[in-house]
């Protein structure tokens, strides 16, 4: 069912945002979607040629063939087996080349924090916040994860929020961020590269970004509240919001028949505009400001809300939707079993 935000795919704004974009990136390797056995994820080429790497972000085309795993959910929402998202995610690891690594996940809560993962030594994922070590917690609160330790797999989930993936190939160190609004109000992305350099001495104009799917600015319609706090916190926050005027279409389908109203046609109230945030503008606003190069920033070219094949929605399709995964980590030098609370 349509959430009552859901304004559906405006044409003009879309080739506005389109040539904004285009403007914008100016790396020509986009990312690109990947398929194997049926099962389909996106892939960044600027991320893949480093073979020490492995990420994906995948989409909710599973395994034909694997009854209801063809259906590609990797969140535990509701109406959903722990059982079958598990039998998912070993489906979409194995494929990525992923299976022997130990998954790092957070409790997602649109915040600024961004974690450290590292195994301590007994094994098990220890995650670190602020520069200390917070034990015995196997999935914190938080919305970012940077490691440099191989063997373990960075995760964020997603259903319209952007999964932005960070690699520092010098260092080798590696992050997955999740950034929805209030996250990018908070200005996760760039903490996430700030923690890279306090961390571990990342050059961000050696960084590379991978950005996944998300609700894009043709679907994302918000209230004035939230252009009001972004205007509070970014100069610039006149950028990140265009206002949209709706189709004559669905000025149509949604006014009173003017044969009811008695107006001639063109006489009835004026078509509404509605307001529309720039997410992934706010996103590549905070990439350059902490100070990576355009043409290391790349982009996947998809509105999870435009494409219901491909993608859940939590706009489209309400809370109960599916969830994506974004993923990155550091590939092993030799298959490892590392013992912790989720396997990936
Ligand atoms: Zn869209």
């Given at each position: ?19 904004q974009?285009?403007?914008r ?156 609004w209030?996250?990018a109000l908070a200005r996760?992305v760039e ?35 939230v252009e009001e706090v972004f205007q509070g916190c970014f100069p610039q926050a006149d950028q990140f919001f265009c ?34 945030l720039d997410l992934?503008a706010v996103v590549q606003d905070q990439l350059r400001a902490a ?54």
């Open positions: 069912m349509q959430s009552p935000h859901y304004t559906g795919r405006s044409t003009l704004l879309f080739e506005r945002v389109s040539a974009y285009n403007t990136v100016t790396t020509k390797v986009q990312p690109k979607i990947v398929s194997r056995g049926g099962l389909a994820w996106i892939e960044c080429p600027l991320l893949a040629r480093h073979r020490w790497l492995i990420h994906a972000f995948s989409t909710r085309r599973g395994e034909p063939g694997h009854g209801p795993s063809a259906d590609l959910n990797l969140g535990f929402t509701s109406g959903e087996t722990y059982a079958r998202i598990r039998k998912n995610r070993q489906i979409f690891f194995r494929r990525v080349g992923a299976e022997h690594l130990a998954l790092a996940s957070l409790r997602q809560v649109h915040s600024a924090r961004v974690y450290q993962v590292k195994r301590s030594e007994d094994g098990e994922l220890e995650f670190r916040l602020g520069g200390n070590a917070l034990p015995g917690l196997t999935q914190p609160e938080g919305d970012a994860l940077l490691t440099d330790q191989p063997g373990i797999l960075l995760s964020v989930k997603t259903a319209d929020c952007l999964p932005v993936l960070l690699v520092d190939p010098k260092r080798r160190v590696v992050a997955a961020v999740h950034a929805g209030r996250g996760i903490k996430a590269v700030g923690e890279m350099r306090r961390l571990y001495g990342s050059d961000p104009r050696t960084l590379l970004a991978a950005l996944g799917p998300s609700i894009r600015a043709c679907c994302y319609e918000v209230g004035q509240e206002k949209v005027a709706e189709s004559p279409a669905a000025h149509a389908n949604r006014g009173p028949l003017s044969v009811l109203t008695m107006l001639p046609p063109g006489h009835g109230p004026a078509a509404k505009a509605s307001l529309h992934l100070g990576l190069a355009p043409h290391n920033v790349a982009t996947a070219d998809f509105c999870t809300a435009c494409r219901p094949d491909l993608f859940y929605s939590y706009r489209r399709e309400g809370s109960a939707t599916g969830r994506m995964l974004a993923v990155i980590g550091i590939r092993p030098r030799k298959p490892v079993k590392v013992p912790g609370p989720e396997k990936a």
